[in-house]
C-alpha cells in the first residue's frame, strides 16, 4: 500500500443516502479475487444505463468533477460486507471517502485497503456537499498524523484507530505490519524454550 500521511485534492460530492456496497459494485461483478479491475465497475449501474450507454446526469460522469476524495450521504457502505467495495473504490482512484457515518464492516475494509473513512457530522457534511458541488475546484486536505480535515467548510478533526492510522502512514496492510516486525518475533521465538 502507499504511505498516506497529509494528502490534498479536489472532491466528488454524493449527496446519496444508504448507498450499500452493491450499489458501489454490483454482485455480478465479484468473480475475480484480485484487486485490480474493480474500478472500472465501480457505481456501475449508476454510471451506465442499461443498454450501457454512459449516464451522463451521474458525478463521476461529470467532467467537471474530479479528484481522489469522494463526499458521500449519511450511512455510506451499509449492505452487504463484500470487501470488493473498498477494492472498486481503491481500485477507481479513491484514497478518501467523506460521510457522516459508515457501516462497521465497509469501514474496516476501507481501512484495510489503503483508503481513509473520515466521519464528520452531518451538518459539516452538508455544508461540504453543498460546497463541493457549487465549486468543484476547491481543495480538500487531510492530515493523517494530525487527525485533521481542513476544507473550505473548516478544520475539523476525525478519529481512527491507533493501529490502523500506523499501518496508512508506513503504507503497511496486516502482513507487511507482520513483516516489520519480523527481527522482534525472531527474537522472542529464540528466547522461548519449547
Not at 466528488?12 to 456496497?21: A, G, H, Q, S
Not at 454510471?47 to 463521476?60: A, I, P
Not at 484514497?95 to 481501512?111: E, M, P, T, Y
Request: charged share 25%; proline share 3%; aromatic share 12%.
Amino acid at each position: 500500500m502507499e504511505k498516506f500521511i497529509t494528502f490534498t485534492s479536489t472532491a466528488i460530492p454524493l449527496p446519496t443516502e444508504n448507498v450499500d456496497t452493491d450499489q458501489i459494485i454490483p454482485a455480478r461483478f465479484l468473480k475475480a479475487t484480485d484487486k485490480q479491475g474493480f474500478g472500472e465497475n465501480v457505481f456501475r449501474d449508476w454510471r451506465f444505463n442499461k443498454d450501457g450507454s454512459t449516464n451522463n446526469d451521474f458525478v463521476l460522469n461529470n467532467a467537471d468533477f474530479r479528484g481522489s476524495i469522494l463526499v458521500a450521504g449519511n450511512n455510506f457502505g451499509c449492505g452487504s460486507s463484500r470487501e470488493h467495495a473498498a477494492w472498486a473504490l481503491s481500485d477507481y482512484g479513491f484514497k478518501v471517502i467523506i460521510s457522516s457515518f459508515f457501516a462497521d464492516i465497509f469501514k474496516g475494509n476501507a481501512l484495510n485497503n489503503g483508503l481513509l473513512p473520515i466521519q464528520v457530522s452531518e451538518d459539516y457534511l452538508n455544508e461540504l456537499l453543498t460546497k463541493t458541488t457549487e465549486n468543484p475546484s476547491i481543495e480538500l486536505t487531510i492530515d493523517l498524523e494530525q487527525q485533521i480535515l481542513k476544507t473550505p467548510v473548516g478544520k475539523v478533526s476525525f478519529k481512527i484507530d491507533s493501529y490502523k492510522k500506523m499501518c496508512l502512514i508506513n503504507g503497511y496492510d496486516d502482513i507487511d505490519f507482520l513483516i516489520s516486525k519480523k527481527e522482534k518475533i525472531e527474537t522472542f521465538e529464540a528466547e522461548i524454550n519449547y
